[in-house]
């Protein structure tokens, strides 16, 4: 077997608008990507971006109209997705309700027509795997959501696939359930080194969970890496702003100096970190995330990039204090603040209006392509 457990080489799904009579839609625009062995990988973006298409043409339910997919270094071509070696775990579970949870999980070898003794044997082990191994003899109506979401989980591990596909599975969970099984498939997936591919639409999610995140749009992959890159190094205002909060300053590229640019923004000059493409005298854009932005009473020495502002709003969160302030009359910035600070010492706090400085280091903020 090769490196990769899964490849996508240049590949295009068109789908046909004429039985609707309107034009061809271009749901996966181009895509290559290369999911390592063992690896979990998430297919991140908003409804409509191709994520959920990708999947179905890895899964074999859907065809490329022209290029690609292999697993582990064979061509898939037209392989229907029972000959694949793989699985997939959807959102809505699909169990069979008048089935007991045994017989749900061991379906696929009652198919295969494994022998009972090994089939008995192998369920017994797959709901040790998620955890419920008492649970044999139960209906799907007699469990919980996240309980059925296991069951779905090991159905799909019982047949030891390859590849495991995950369409947003943890869709249909309350956000505590959700968060919790979050943490308890990564668990899962690093137990069992199969290679996992999970679809979602939740930031937070994929930076939880994945090794590396492919994050997409209108059917292109716009930027793959691991979940640090993704966030502290962005190279579009799309990624910028799909995972997590980010400040967006428009203006103008002054210099280059190497791996930095000299940035203006409303008589403002600034200090980033550049996105190669970007050139001197473009019309650009600065991203800083709120978080990597401090305010203090007093000026800093430390950076370049050091301004007097206008406190506009303050609101306390509990875990920080977010703060609204102007340092030009077209310049807003978000700051966040930890509250770190013991109960009773002075925080910033005052009334909205007080002047402070706020700063970041050269690195903490990129500069984008418009």
């Known amino acids: 077997m090769g490196d990769f457990a899964v490849e996508m080489r240049d590949v295009v799904k068109e789908f046909s608008g004429a039985s609707r ?32 298409t990708s999947l179905r043409m890895i899964a074999g339910f859907e065809m490329p109209s022209s290029g690609e997919v292999l697993i582990h270094n064979r061509p898939m071509g037209r392989t229907p997705p029972f000959q694949r070696p793989i699985n997939t775990v959807f959102q809505s579970y699909a169990l069979f309700p008048h089935m007991t949870v045994g017989q749900n999980v061991g379906f696929g070898l009652e198919m295969k027509k494994v022998p009972r003794d090994e089939i008995n044997k192998r369920v017994g082990e797959a709901l040790e795997l998620v955890r419920l191994p008492g649970m044999r003899d139960r209906t799907p109506k007699q469990l919980s959501g996240g309980q059925q979401q296991r069951i779905a989980l090991a159905r799909a591990l019982i047949n030891r696939p390859e590849v495991l596909l995950l369409d947003e599975p943890l869709g249909a969970l309350d956000l505590k359930l959700r968060k919790e099984m979050q943490l308890e498939l990564k668990q899962l997936q690093e137990q069992v080194g199969i290679t996992f591919i999970y679809v979602t639409h939740d930031q937070e999610e994929a930076l939880t969970m994945s090794d590396r995140i492919a994050v997409m749009e209108r059917g292109k992959a716009l930027q793959i890496g691991s979940p640090l890159e993704i966030y502290e190094e962005p190279n579009s205002r799309f990624v910028a702003d ?60 430390d950076t370049p990039n050091a301004y007097p502002v206008e406190v506009v709003e303050i609101v306390y969160v509990g875990t920080d204090t977010r703060y609204r302030v102007r340092l030009a009359p077209t310049v807003s910035l978000s700051v966040r603040q930890q509250n770190t600070v013991p109960v009773g010492m002075p925080a910033l706090q005052g009334p909205s209006g007080m002047r402070m400085w706020v700063s970041w280091q050269p690195d903490s903020a990129r500069v984008l392509p418009n």
């Open 21 to 52: 009579g309107t034009d061809a839609v271009l749901a996966v625009d181009h895509v290559t990507l290369q999911i390592r062995d063992g690896e979990f990988f998430s297919l991140l973006g908003p409804s409509g971006c191709g994520k959920t």
């Open 242 to 301: 799909f995972i997590g909060e980010t400040n967006f300053v428009s203006g103008k590229v002054l210099a280059i100096n190497g791996s930095h640019a000299e940035f203006e923004a409303d008589g403002l000059k600034m200090v980033a970190s550049v996105e190669p493409g970007v050139t001197k005298g473009a019309q650009a854009t600065l991203a800083v995330r709120p978080e990597k932005v401090r305010l203090t009473r007093e000026q800093p020495g």
